[in-house]
C-alpha cells in the first residue's frame, strides 16, 4: 500500500539555523507531494505542494524539493525564526488515489528557541 | 471566516457510550474527510466521502461509522466508545481541481474514560 516514512520526530533549533526534514515515500506511479504545517491549538494548513511538473516548490522562505530517483522529498529553511516553531507534515497524494486522500507522516515537532 | 468547522471543540465520554463528531464546510467541495492526530502516528484517515449519501472506508474504520447528509455536513459515529479512541479528531474538505490540497478544520479532543 501506500506509505510515507518521516524519521525526525522531533527538532530543535535557535534562531537563524537551518532546518532540513526529510521523508520517503512508497508507492506506484508519480505522486504529488506536499508540506503541512500545525501550529499550537489549530489544525494543519498547506505550507507547499511538489508535483512531477517542477519538481521543486518555494513558500513563506522555505523550500520543498521532490527526488523521484530516491523516492524522497525534503523541506528546508535557512534561517529559522521563532514563529516557525510547530509540527510539520508531510503527505502524499498517489497518482491513482481514489477521493483525492492524503497519506500522512508521523510529523516533526520544529521547536526554535530565541 | 472559518471554512471548515467541527463541534464539539473537547468532548468527555465514558466507555460504551455514543459520541457524534460533527464537521461543516462553506468551501463547496465534494470530498470530506475525517482523521485522527495520534503522537507517533500522525494524521490517519478514518472515513472519507464523495459527496451527499457516500461514505468510504479509509485506512483505520474500525469502531467508526460516518454520515454524509448534505454536501456541506460529514459526520463521525463511534456507537460503543472506548478509550482507545481517545484522541484529536480534524475534519478536512478538499477538491480535485484545487490542487488536491485539503482544508483542514481546528480539531475535537476526545477523551474517553
Known amino acids: 500500500g501506500d506509505s510515507v516514512i518521516q524519521m525526525q520526530g522531533q527538532v530543535t533549533l535557535s534562531e537563524n539555523d537551518f532546518l532540513f526534514i526529510n521523508c520517503t515515500y512508497s508507492?506506484?506511479?508519480?505522486?504529488?507531494l506536499f508540506w503541512y504545517v500545525q501550529y499550537s491549538g489549530e489544525g494543519p494548513q498547506l505550507l507547499l505542494q511538489?508535483?512531477?511538473?517542477?519538481n521543486k516548490g518555494s513558500s513563506r522562505g522555505f523550500e520543498a524539493t521532490y527526488d523521484k530517483g530516491t523516492t524522497s522529498f525534503h523541506l528546508q529553511k535557512t534561517s529559522v525564526q521563532e514563529i516557525d516553531s510547530a509540527v510539520y507534515y508531510c503527505?502524499?497524494?498517489?497518482?491513482?488515489?481514489?477521493?483525492?486522500?492524503?497519506?500522512f507522516g508521523i510529523g516533526t515537532r520544529v521547536l526554535v528557541r530565541p | 471566516e472559518a471554512a471548515v468547522t467541527q463541534s464539539p471543540r473537547n468532548k468527555v465520554a465514558v466507555t460504551g457510550g455514543k459520541v457524534t463528531l460533527s464537521c461543516n464546510q462553506t468551501?463547496?467541495?465534494?470530498?470530506m474527510y475525517w482523521y485522527r492526530q495520534d503522537t507517533g502516528h500522525g494524521l490517519r484517515l478514518i472515513h472519507y466521502?464523495?459527496?451527499?449519501?457516500?461514505?468510504e472506508k479509509g485506512d483505520i474504520p474500525d469502531g467508526y461509522k460516518a454520515s454524509r447528509p448534505s454536501q456541506e455536513n460529514f459526520s463521525l459515529i463511534l456507537e460503543l466508545a472506548t478509550p482507545s479512541q481517545t484522541s484529536v479528531y480534524f475534519c478536512?474538505?478538499?477538491?480535485?481541481?484545487?490542487?488536491?490540497?485539503?482544508?483542514f478544520g481546528e480539531g475535537s479532543k476526545l477523551t474517553v474514560l
Open positions: 478536512a474538505s478538499g477538491e480535485g481541481r484545487d490542487g488536491g490540497q485539503l482544508y
Open positions: 508507492t506506484t506511479g508519480y505522486p504529488t
Open positions: 511538489v508535483t512531477t511538473a517542477n
Open positions: 503527505a502524499m497524494r498517489a497518482a491513482n488515489s481514489a477521493g483525492n486522500k492524503l497519506t
Open positions: 468551501n463547496n467541495h465534494n470530498n
Open positions: 466521502s464523495y459527496g451527499a449519501g457516500s461514505t
